[in-house]
């Protein structure tokens, strides 16, 4: 496919190829700001094995999911509130999509969601299943999910790593009962922070992200799979200085400052939390109709 033919997945605009980086051709919608790789890497899960959750080889994932994490509980909270909120179907069952080592699916099981999930990484997925949780090992596109089955599906820094969205929303809609929540959060190509950046944004991350959506283009996309849009915000998150320190390093392509990075874990500092809140991101609340 040459790039006249490329069309934009969310509003059919004409993108506009905009560089390379990391060897991959990046291209954007004028109208709706998806940002996206063109042609899509042989998508492989071998992206999530071990590594991405212990050790973050080559800057890549996570460094300790789970301690990283712990800062964010905050903002699974808020998030939890804002999906009672909205949610008035009489069952509570929650699935969450790339559950990781199940530290939400945790904090939702505490609120009284009946929780289970999927998470392509069999490391992470096996973490959650210790904490007692229905974690299977795989991903939602091998038809995981029987029709109408939850109430709630939530999708937290998923909906960028997967090669097919539409496809990845249609399963979501199927899945979800007539009523349904569903809760997104991804980096927004749409905020300030990410138009002044443009490919030196630290979220242009391919192949790991694959497409980054802006509201437009998220608003596009779930109204066409027949969602109802009930809210959206840029929720801060807090992070760990070894994650931000290490993130700023890969960023700025300082590979000696590992000693710095092991000086941060050996002291504890790394693990104080940085509240960070760039407006780089977007969460979303929307309705199955
Ligand atoms: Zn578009």
Known sequence: MND?????ICCSGKPRYR??????????????????VHPLPDFSLQIYTDDYFAGAKEGFGYT?????????????????KRISHYHRLPGKRLFDVGAAT??????ARAEGFDVAGVEPA?????????????VKTGIL???????????????????????DP???????????????????NTPNSSSLYARVMGLRWHLVVPPEHLFLFGEPSLRELLKDKGFEWLESGAIGKSFTTQYVFSTLFHWLGIKWMT????????????????????????TVFARKR
């Open 259 to 282: 000693w710095f990075l092991n000086f941060l874990t050996r002291s504890g500092i790394g693990q104080w939390r940085m509240p960070i809140n760039l407006r780089d991101n977007i």
């Open 166 to 184: 539409r496809a990845t929303m249609s399963q979501v809609y199927e899945a979800l009962r007539p009523g349904g929540i569903l809760a997104i």
């Open 102 to 107: 199940g530290f939400f699916l945790n904090l």
């Open 4 to 8: 006249a033919e490329i069309s934009c």
């Open 122 to 134: 069999d490391y992470a997925a096996g973490i959650a299943r210790g904490k007692g949780l229905d």
């Open 64 to 80: 300790d999911y789970d301690a990283d994490k712990e800062p964010m509980k905050d903002t699974f909270l808020v998030y939890l």
């Open 19 to 36: 560089g390379s980086k990391h060897g991959h051709k990046l291209y954007s919608c004028p109208d709706c700001q998806l940002l996206f």
């Open 141 to 163: 596109e091998q038809g995981l999910l029987s029709p109408e089955s939850f109430d709630v599906i939530t999708m937290w820094d998923v909906i960028e790593h997967v090669p």
